[in-house]
């Protein structure tokens, strides 16, 4: 399995970040204009067992897959998840909010992907995809502070 890896410092609390990256309508935020979802199926509880599919959208309007996600571990300051769908065969989410202090907190996302030319092009795409999370994470969270 191969690793990608990024994290960045907010100026919120730790267990507040992790409460908000529980909310779809920020996963929309982090990732709009670059991806959309679609959520076909949602349990009405979220917690760890549950599974979510959604269908991908490229910028919004070029259907991609539908992409399922299992979520493995909840709590106040950590989600951890296994996802699969189209291209990516595997997609081991785990973030994490630890506090830096009373009102902050290093935020970090990390996948495993697969190993091969599949990695070989989900790895890049990954990379690309949290530096615009991040960036959108930052101005979500100067908002919030």
Known sequence: MGTVTRSIDLPIAADTACALAQKPELFDFVLRPILRIRTLQRPDHI??????????????????WTHHLTLLRLDATEILTREHGGLVRTWNHHLTFTPTGEHSCRYTDEIEIDDGWRGAVVGPVAHLLFRHRHRRWRALAAVLA
């Open 47 to 64: 917690g760890p067992g549950s599974r979510v599919s959604g269908r991908l959208w490229w910028f919004g309007v070029i259907p991609a």
